[in-house]
């Protein structure tokens, strides 16, 4: 038996009890995987994004496999903030993990209007903002390749709330580490690294782009590169922790993203192949950990050569 390895994560002034979470809009609001994973040891869960008014999200097909991942242009479809708190909430509020809500928006006004609502709830762990949806016409993705909104918009958040707020980044972008900056300096806790990138699958025979909308986000295991490379090179850029994700199907490819410089991570994709991906992940870090004689998690970053 080797040391037992500390699992906790600061952000802000809060902890995350371990680094494994489950990813934005591929855990539903919890509830749906209660049967599936035994969610009490789960680090933190990720809420699907939560906007302002209700939205049914884009027509279909709005998700379809390409080889090693999926694209999506679901487009935020969700309840809506009055319905999240007051029928998501009381089960999420009961898990011992910490509960992040992603927020969403078309405008600033939105982003602020939605955590004005949330601040008033109990069992709230903290918000993870999403800049960088690429599935809806307007806001969203415009956010975050802006260095000067990402500014403008963290700090208007910050003034609203002590909890921590994480800026979820796109990878969608010519410099990742500009836009982290901007998010650091206005105050962000944290951020998460990277959602989908933007991806294309046309049927040759009809000679249409097979989902409605035309492009989507590609994730899974065919984007983990991309997201280690930018995890890599965000961490390098700021001091605040950045949470890494993009392809996570098992413990090795978390511990790259934990090497890369993360000091946590989210398994997105691997959630609808295998319901317990998260439970073996976090099993095989501790492994790691041990094998390796790691007193803490948040020192792997000091492991890559
Ligand atoms: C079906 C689907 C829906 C998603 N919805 C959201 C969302 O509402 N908000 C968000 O910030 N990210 C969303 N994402 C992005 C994921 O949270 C994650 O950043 C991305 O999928 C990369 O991780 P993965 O390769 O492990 O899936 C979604 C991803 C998928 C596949």
Redesign the pocket.
Same mark, same amino acid.
């Given at each position: 038996m080797g040391i037992t390895t500390d699992l906790s994560i600061q952000i802000g002034d809060k902890i995350l009890p371990n680094p494994v979470g489950v990813? &934005? $809009? %591929?855990f539903g609001y919890g509830s749906e995987y209660e049967e599936l994973l035994d969610l009490n040891w789960v680090g933190a869960i990720?809420t699907? *994004?939560v906007t302002l008014a209700p939205r049914e999200g884009n027509e279909i097909p709005r =998700?379809i496999e390409t080889p090693s991942g !999926?694209i999506?242009s679901?487009g !935020?479809a969700n309840v809506g903030v009055d319905r999240f708190i007051s029928e998501k909430m009381p089960f999420l509020r009961r898990l011992p993990c910490a509960i992040v809500v992603?927020v *969403?928006g078309s405008t600033e006004q939105e982003y602020t209007t939605v955590l004005e609502r949330l601040e008033a709830v109990d069992g709230i762990w903290g918000y993870?903002i999403?800049v &960088?949806?690429p599935n809806v016409k307007h806001g969203g993705l415009a956010f975050g390749t802006d260095p000067v909104q990402i500014e403008r918009l963290t700090s208007q958040l910050r003034k609203r709330t002590s909890k921590p707020i994480i800026i979820?980044l796109t990878p969608n972008v010519t410099d990742i580490t500009v836009i982290a900056r901007a998010a650091e300096n206005a105050g962000a806790d944290a951020l998460s690294c =990277?959602? %989908?990138l933007l991806g294309m699958v046309i049927n040759t025979a009809t000679k249409k782009p097979v989902l409605q909308m035309k492009t989507g $986000?590609l &994730?899974?295991p065919a =984007?983990r590169p991309v997201?280690v490379a930018m995890t890599y090179k965000v961490s390098n850029a700021v001091t605040i922790p950045v949470i890494g994700?993009?392809?996570?199907m098992n413990s090795d490819d978390a511990i790259q993203y934990l090497l890369a410089g993360a000091s946590a991570i989210? =398994?997105?994709? *691997?959630n609808f192949i295998d319901p317990q991906a998260p439970q073996n992940v976090l099993d095989g870090i501790k492994e790691y950990c041990d094998r390796e004689n790691v007193n803490a998690v948040t020192q792997m970053k000091d492991l890559l050569i």
């Open positions: 990813a &934005s $809009g %591929t990720y699907k *994004a =998700i !999926l999506n679901i !935020l992603n *969403a993870e999403n &960088s949806c979820k =990277i959602n %989908t $986000g &994730s899974g =984007i997201g994700m993009g392809g996570i989210q =398994i997105g994709t *691997a």
